[in-house]
């Protein structure tokens, strides 16, 4: 079994800064890339941003120069510090991860997700 539990979201004011966390645990062999979308009421799921092993990031343009994502290979778990928040920004965030099982080889795992809500 493998979990990713997400944490950190919450109500706040445009303007404003969250801390997201995304922590993977189970029969984990290695993570690859991990990665935050969302998905807004009535939109599809994009991409937030992203990041290898290595440490290498990828962002979306719309939040370029606003979030941040970092990652922690020791505990398994990436971040993504959101600022400067407005509310086109409100949606669930989910996180994901590609991870290697020794059973079951490379997979994709997915979070339930955190509500972000950006009031104005």
Do not use: H
């Not at 984990?28 to 941003?49: C, H, K, Q, T």
């Not at 965030?93 to 955190?114: E, F, K, P, S």
């Amino acid at each position: 079994q493998v979990q990713l539990v997400e944490s950190g979201g919450g109500l706040v004011q445009a303007g404003g800064s969250l801390r997201l966390s995304c922590a993977a645990s189970g029969s984990i062999f290695s993570i690859n890339d991990m990665g935050w979308y969302r998905r807004a009421p009535g939109n599809e799921r994009e991409l937030v941003a992203a990041i290898t092993r290595g440490g290498s990031t990828n962002l979306a343009d719309s939040v370029k120069g606003r979030f941040t994502i970092s990652r922690d290979n020791a505990k398994n778990t990436i971040y993504l510090q959101m600022n400067s928040l407005k509310p086109e920004d409100t949606a669930v965030y989910y996180c994901n991860a590609q991870i290697w099982r020794v059973d079951l080889g490379m997979r994709d795992y997915w979070g339930r997700g955190t509500q972000v809500t950006v009031s104005s």
